[in-house]
């Protein structure tokens, strides 16, 4: 499975953006996909993540209310909306998949990755 993630820029705070995730190759029928991101001198984080179904989703606490996770199967894809933005928001922003029925927030529980798209969010 091959995960390429697009989307992220330069905005101000306040602004929103809109990531995609599209994977490819040898895709299964049943997964998670969820979204995660790395600032500079730290840990990566846990930010969304939603089962296949879209009938449960899961979010950092630091991002409720202001990211909405979406995915299309039909084309094997999974969005994350971020509205508000806020400086600590800056960070490259992983996409991550695994073969699973439910909603998984830790990074070690995801086999698939892409490649990161960083967002910027100026003050």
């Known amino acids: 499975v091959q995960l390429q993630a697009s989307g992220g820029g330069l905005v101000q705070a306040g602004g929103s953006l809109r990531l995609s995730c599209a994977a490819s190759?040898?895709?299964?029928?049943?997964?998670?996909m969820g979204w995660f991101r790395q600032a500079p001198g730290k840990e990566r984080e846990f930010v969304a993540a939603?089962?296949?179904?879209?009938?449960?989703?899961s979010y950092a606490d630091s991002v409720k209310g202001r990211f909405t996770i979406s995915r299309d199967n039909a084309k094997n894809m999974v969005n994350l909306q971020m509205n508000s933005l806020k400086p600590e928001d800056t960070a490259v922003y992983y996409c991550a998949a695994d073969r699973a029925t439910v909603v998984f927030t830790t990074s070690n529980e995801y086999e698939y990755w892409g490649q990161g798209t960083l967002v910027t969010v100026s003050s």
């Open positions: 190759g040898r895709t299964f029928s049943r997964n998670v």
């Open positions: 939603i089962n296949w179904s879209s009938s449960r989703t």
